[in-house]
């Protein structure tokens, strides 16, 4: 178990400077990577102010979506709009604390992943919007004029912002996913209640003690005999800490669940709408099933 | 009155042994993970355990009970239509994307004499008189895919001059004015109509500000340490919050404010006599971000602070103040574009040609059908939705301050 733990501390350090190291590399939270001149193709000219937004000020531009970013921590976002003719194009660079924290907001994002190979990143994408990953950048480029712009054009304003963005790596806990069964391109991750929402309510607030540190990783199930379940797993930096959250969510579990059966350091329950789910911590893992169905 | 949030008993279901045994199987094959899968997670944690919650947060107190002590109009919420909604769908309205101004313009019309069972002339004189100032709150969000369709304002704006309402008397507002201009809504395409935006923002000072460096705050306060748009907003009518906004300059910048006052605009409280709302049809998360939303975040200042406390308890508690519950007279959701998931903010991979639009003076019935719809899609298209009825309490608690009806037993939805 020391061996273990030494190895763990060893291999975050190794982690550490790997991504220190590419930060160096690229570019620093002091000096962003520019937003593309009028020159990222010919006859394009920018169109008003650039625009930034940090902070909680986010919502001022995007509204309620502003919770799903700065619960996956969300640094600023830069806003700059085109045009040349009728056509607009506007970039929307979204900085995020981490790599991770923007491959999170990416996969609630992404819906069914369409990428245009032209892109030179992740992405998925429309003729009217493209959504793109890089390092710690969640970037959308709006095609949105009265009259479009065209591919390529999308494809060289995401390009031109995406060359000054540095690669991180993006270790998350999507690992800890079985592949048996998963239903491909739904995984997600999860960094607090509001990318929880739409999967299920567990009870208020921080239910699952993140503490807007921790990630889960997140995926449907469908198994060949039929069966369909979601699950949920939390690796925690401990076992104390997972205890500590298990027995948080035990005593706060929400009113519309209602537990049906109990052992150490698990539970089962049933929701609103007789389903079937339970919780269990193994270690410093929690792992967590609801929607079940036969 | 206190506020009762709703709940209801989880049902007496019971998981045997037999289906414990089968998760547990699952659960358990999900546990043998390989030493680098499990290494890999952990090194995504931070170091330091997270933070314990002490609880979940208590509701933050509000002012809605000086809401309740003025006395109601005629023309109150829920409107003359209470739990009324009407739904007008033609599937040419919106051909290879673009608006047929001509199908929604017939839309809009079929949809106001459906709600009313009468003329548009008659149906005119239920909500307005000709000297009136209307004020069509449009949602300037997600601007060219999923804020309010010019042709639907161009429809709302031809029914009401057409009525006997002079042009000069009909304003398209919104909180930001430089969203109104984003979206399309300048005066060189509405000549004549006035446009507003209840407060400005210096974006110049925005960005320096983002940026860590020294900003130009000229431009945007005033020489008192005020907002210059402050004078915009009422300080005798106001949301109150026991949650404070943020005190640091940005903050102010964008909101006015930053107490525990949310301010109406004075646009609302002096000058309009009606408000007709044009909301979008879209998400926000797992709830919607609809009639209700629109003008319960639109009408006030300082908003960003009540979005986590309270966030929709607000779309029920701003219109249950007078400046909304006794002028906003009509709704209609612009669902010609809708969108089910990714919002509330623009997101193309989940926005959808739907050639919809809906009717309604009672926001909170119009709500819970469109909730119902979004709910739909959202299955339809294989979209996790979380059907947990605390994404749907707010109506409720609506309904039990008599703003509208959200039992949708009460609801009568009418589709043409």
Known sequence: MKGERAGRVAALAALACLIGGSAAAGQTAAQPPPIPGAGFSPGWAASGPPRAFTGQDL???????????????????????????????????????????????????????????EIAARNSSEEVQATVLKGRYFVQVDNLGQAPASKDELAALANAFLAGVADEPAPSPLDLLPAAGRVGGSERLIRGPYGLQPYITLGEGDILSLGGRVFGALAPYRLPGGETFTRLIVPYPDPEAAAAAFAYLRTHLDPYLKITAERPEAFDFVDFQARKGSVVRSGSILDILFNVTD | MKRQPYRSMPPDNAVGRRDFLKAGGAIGAGLVLTGRSLLAAQQTQDQQPPAKPAGPPPRPKTNIEDALKVPKTKWSLPGPFPGRVVEVHDPAAMPEGKVDAAVVKAMFEKGIRALTGQSLKKSFGLFFTKSDVVGLKVNPVGPGLISTRLELVDAVVDWLTSCGLPRRNVIIWDRFDYMLKDAGFTPERYP??????????????????????????????????????????????????????????????????????SYFGKLLTKKLTKIVNLPVFKNTGNAISMATKNIGYGAVCNTNRLHQPLFLDVCVEVPAFWPVRDKMVLNVTD???????GGPDKNAKFAYIDNRLYFASDPFALDMVCHTGIVAKRKEMGVAVNENPRFTNYLRYAETLGLGVADPAKITHLKV
């Open chain 1, 59 to 117: 919502f001022n531009q995007i509204d309620g979506g502003a919770e799903l970013f700065l619960e996956f921590g969300f640094v600023r976002l830069r806003l700059q709009a085109y045009a040349k003719g009728r056509a607009e194009l506007t970039i929307n660079a979204y900085e995020m604390e981490s790599a991770a924290a923007a491959l999170g907001v990416y996969l609630m994002k992404m819906g069914r992943e369409t990428p245009f190979p």
């Open chain 2, 192 to 261: 004549g109509l006035g446009i507003e935006g209840l407060q400005t923002m210096d974006e110049a000072a925005a960005i320096a500000a983002s940026e860590g460096k020294a900003a130009d705050n000229g431009k945007w306060l005033a020489a008192d340490g005020t907002h210059v748009s402050a004078p915009n907003f009422d300080r005798e009518v106001f949301y109150w919050a026991d949650v404070e906004g943020p005190k640091d300059l940005p903050y102010l910048n964008q909101h006015v404010f930053n107490g525990k006052f």
């Open chain 2, 335 to 341: 669902g010609l574009r809708s969108q089910y998931d």
